[in-house]
């Protein structure tokens, strides 16, 4: 079982930086792949950002590619998107997931995770 909490949300102008966080807790957090997701109001959750277990390979949807940063800390149970240059668009919800590593080439499939926060908003006002 893995129980997440994600922090660091809120409001910022269009350009500026946030950065979120996700504290796990459990014992086997470095056993899964991180993923990132968000879902605007009327919106369907899409994938944001995805890292390996051992935290050497990262993906990223295209819309967030170049602006966000993926990483992890598996000392300090904590996963970590650096959001920088925001836009109105990525106004959003974001929810930290857990997938097993064993199903890592699902990354960006909302259905195979298995953990997930509650969310942190994120809103970029232009």
């Known amino acids: 079982q893995v129980q997440l909490v994600e922090s660091g949300g809120g409001l910022v102008q269009a350009g500026d930086s946030l950065r979120l966080s996700c504290a796990a807790s459990g014992r086997t957090f470095s056993t899964y792949t991180m993923g990132w997701f968000r879902q605007a109001p009327g919106k369907e959750r899409e994938f944001v950002a995805a890292?390996?277990?051992?935290?050497?390979?990262?993906h990223y949807a295209n819309s967030v590619k170049g602006r966000f940063t993926i990483s992890r800390d598996n000392a300090k149970n904590t996963v970590s998107l650096q959001m920088n240059s925001l836009k109105p668009e990525d106004t959003a919800g974001y929810y930290c997931a857990a997938l097993h590593r064993d199903r890592i080439r699902y990354y960006s499939d909302v259905s195979a995770y298995e953990y997930w926060g509650q969310g942190t908003q994120v809103t970029v006002s232009s």
């Open positions: 890292i390996n277990w051992r935290g050497s390979s990262t």
